[in-house]
């Protein structure tokens, strides 16, 4: 891809940032309420684990020579089956994360335009919000990357006003009454908080599965994962304690446009609105971001032989518009079997299984940092910090595995083992080829 084509290391940090929050943070103050505002110190802990993670994936992206991302990571210890794996359990995640980001998008709409949808329209509205942001995300990754930067305004200047206005609304009743609700004993409420927080971080990945159409990836990837990990956990930690103290607890769980609620609370119906219109904005444009991301991932799996030849076309914008049309029509298939009453029931039901899922690939990339540096040449002490953080890194992903619940872990290992099998039956036939010669991109289809 030609350098013009490509995003610079703002545009890219700005599609990390947006992955991160322009969904998660919409929803997931509804989300925690029932668990409390004692949910402040999982929100800590995670935001400590997901720095950590976005360090040890940035030494990675300064070091390996590999392309696929995370997969590419996973290969220097765990060969090629673990590409493979570490690719496919991704991709799934994504299909189902990006549906319950387009539930957010309809839930926030339908606040927005005062609509009661039932499961069925919630069901097609879902569907129509996928389709459509799959089509602008085959713009391409240059004007995509500027897209994206609406999104993160959008988001940011709702977080950014709660810090300036907030406080002077705050109500330390309304936040020690939702400190603890269930009465629940300190350890549960960090168990059942962190694969919900996880969620809010999950995308601190994605300038490592977009390395291949940035420029000066050795550089400006680790620095896109750092500062846009930085920016999520300060917006969504001040952000959601900031809500506790504003909109009673109970008013909160049943809300599907948090952000909108406390605003109302604060400055009127009209502001609720306004900032609700911001967030619907925010929201789709994150969906747009990982709709590109997911195909992204599958076209650099299908480049390296991994993934069917087909998914690798690209149109003339370098979209892998082939892939963006296969995966969408898997979504729409999810969609139509995850229908709920409640779009925040079913939001919650996606959002558990993708963190499982999503775990995986983070658990084989973590287990091989070792092994990509010794692989790279780097120095033993160079590499030591970046070492222990992948083993802290480890820990915590396998602490959120266990927070998803045993029910969505049983599911996650399915799906593990699905790939396995995948595996076993076509790796045999594989065109495998881990370092292509010239380009990642095929010749261009002119559509």
């Not at 030494?59 to 995370?70: E, I, L, Q, Y």
């Not at 990754?141 to 988001?155: R, Y």
């Not at 999810?334 to 039901?349: A, C, D, E, R």
Request: hydrophobic letters at 50%; one cysteine or more.
């Amino acid at each position: 891809m030609s350098k013009s084509k490509k995003m610079g290391v703002v545009q890219l940090t700005t599609v990390t940032a947006i992955n991160m929050m322009g969904s998660g943070i919409i929803l997931l103050p509804a989300t925690l309420a029932e668990i409390g505002t004692a949910s402040i110190f999982a929100w800590i802990l995670a935001s400590i684990g997901a720095t950590i993670l976005a360090y040890a994936f940035a030494r990675c992206g300064m070091h390996t020579s590999k392309v696929g991302g995370m997969g590419g990571y996973a290969e220097y210890r765990f060969g090629r089956a673990g590409n493979f794996l570490s690719n496919f359990c991704y991709t799934i995640s994504l299909i189902i994360a990006n549906a319950a980001i387009a539930s957010g998008v309809v839930s926030y709409g339908s606040y927005v335009f005062g609509l009661t949808l039932s499961p069925v329209e919630v069901c097609m509205a879902t569907i129509g919000v996928l389709i459509l942001a799959a089509t602008i995300s085959l713009v391409g990754p240059k004007k995509f990357g500027k897209f994206t930067s609406l999104g993160v305004f959008c988001v940011v200047s709702p977080v950014v006003g709660l810090l300036l206005c907030g406080f002077f609304f705050f109500d330390t009743g309304i936040y020690s009454e939702a400190w603890n609700p269930g009465n629940l004993p300190f350890y549960d409420i960090m168990k059942d908080s962190i694969a919900v927080i996880i969620w809010a971080f999950l995308g601190l990945e994605t300038a490592c599965a977009n390395s291949d159409t940035v420029e000066n990836p050795e550089k400006n990837v680790p620095i896109a994962v750092l500062a846009g990990t930085l920016l999520a956990g300060a917006c969504y930690t001040t952000s959601t304690a900031i809500i506790g103290g504003l909109v009673p607890y109970k008013e909160l769980m049943a809300s599907g446009a948090p952000f909108g609620l406390a605003y109302a609370t604060m400055f009127g119906e009209k502001a609720g609105y306004i900032i609700s219109c911001m967030l619907v904005c925010s929201c789709f444009v994150s969906l747009t971001a990982w709709q590109f991301t997911v195909s992204e991932v599958a076209r650099e799996a299908s480049s390296i032989g991994l993934f069917p030849k087909f998914l690798s076309k690209v149109n003339r914008f370098r979209s892998p518009y082939v892939a963006i049309g296969s995966l969408v029509a898997i979504q729409v298939i999810m969609t139509l079997s995850t229908m709920s009453p409640t779009l925040l029931k079913q939001f919650n039901v996606l959002i558990n299984l993708a963190v499982m899922i999503n775990l995986i690939p983070y658990l084989l990339a973590m287990g091989a940092v070792s092994d990509l540096q010794k692989a790279e040449g780097i120095p033993h002490d160079k590499a030591k910090l970046a070492n222990a953080a992948a083993i802290v890194g480890g820990i915590y992903s396998c602490y959120a595995v266990y927070g998803c619940g045993w029910t969505v872990i049983l599911e996650g290992a399915f799906v593990a083992a699905m790939g396995l099998v995948i595996y076993a039956l076509i790796s045999s036939r594989l065109r495998y080829a881990p370092t292509p010669e010239v380009s990642t991109y095929p010749p261009i289809d002119k559509k």
